[in-house]
């Protein structure tokens, strides 16, 4: 578990350097971060689609991953929307508390923990990514836009500009690809994977340079972020497999993946949105260190269940 954090670590930090040594890397994150939201992050989203499997795992896995995510998202609206802080702010905790990091930091970890069973446990992180970046793209940009917008802004306006999202594109042809039953060229799977490789190093190094080290008031609302995402969310879960039909490795590693730290993406669509985007790195580099106790954990209490 500690190896497959240390390397993300490190290279936040590196981000963090760069900012602080060179100037004008603030425009270079910008660009950045437009490159992985136009480019890297739909070959990610279309490679990992084009990779699932279509079973009743199919169904039962997301049904999970959004309970979770709905859930989070409800209490995260009770907790932060009338607290006495900037709009921008409130919708960067609620993306904080309710999308986890299922694949750059999930899919390491449940192959650490489940050796054995990589293809069992490889599916269930497939299955979560597809989930929570669907919904982050949608209802996560819809949140975006009404907290990060000084206009009032309409539904329809708010599903327009949601919908623009070119990963949300890549997920809509992946799904229609795969339910065509047409065998994908091997030259197109093998660009998406090469692109998506580069996008876990990317958003850290993005990250990383995000972070501003002046501490601030705001800061303290990592405290509620990391409880409602690495407390509540398992908690959830772990009511929902029963119901949902869901057991052995499969609930195990849904649970661990709804343990998660924040999920990256979420970085991406509060620059894009202008949210409060100093707050949520530092939110997001905080419950990512707590993870290291949190995860460990939440595997204990499984293994007592």
Not at 83 to 105: C, D
Not at 190 to 202: M, N, P, Q
Request: net charge neutral; proline share 6%.
């Amino acid at each position: 578990m500690i190896a497959a954090f240390l390397p993300l670590a490190a290279i936040a930090f590196l981000g963090a350097l760069l900012r602080h040594f060179i100037p004008g890397m603030e425009q270079a994150r910008q660009s950045m971060n437009k490159l992985v939201l136009y480019v890297f992050l739909p070959a990610l989203v279309f490679r990992t689609v084009m990779d699932g499997t279509i079973s009743r795992l199919f169904f039962e896995i997301p049904a999970l991953a959004a309970t979770g995510t709905l859930a989070c998202l409800a209490v995260g609206f009770l907790v932060f929307h009338f607290l006495p802080i900037p709009g921008p702010t409130k919708g960067a905790m609620m993306l904080g508390a309710a999308f986890g990091n299922v694949t750059y930091l999930g899919l390491p970890v449940l192959l650490g923990i489940f050796p054995g069973q990589a293809d069992q446990v490889s599916e269930v992180s497939v299955l979560f990514e597809v989930t929570k970046s669907s919904l982050n793209l949608t209802l996560g940009a819809m949140i975006a836009i009404a907290y990060g917008s000084q206009e009032p802004i309409t539904f329809r306006r708010t599903a327009y500009e949601a919908l623009k999202l070119p990963p949300l594109w890549a997920l809509i042809v992946a799904i229609l690809w795969k339910l065509s039953g047409i065998p994908c060229p091997a030259l197109i799977m093998d660009t998406a994977s090469i692109l998506a490789v580069a996008v876990s190093g990317i958003m850290m190094l993005s990250l990383g340079m995000a972070l501003r080290f002046s501490a601030t008031r705001l800061m303290a609302l990592a405290i509620p972020v990391s409880a409602i995402k690495l407390a509540f969310a398992p908690c959830v879960v772990f009511l929902a497999v029963t119901p949902f039909g869901v057991s052995g490795v499969y609930s195990n590693a849904a649970i661990l993946e709804a343990a998660m730290p924040s999920q990256l993406l979420s970085f991406i669509i509060a620059g894009k949105f202008k949210l409060d985007e100093e707050t949520l790195a530092f939110v997001i580099m905080v419950d990512t260190i707590l993870a290291f106790v949190t995860l460990p954990l939440v595997r204990t209490l499984l293994l007592a269940a």
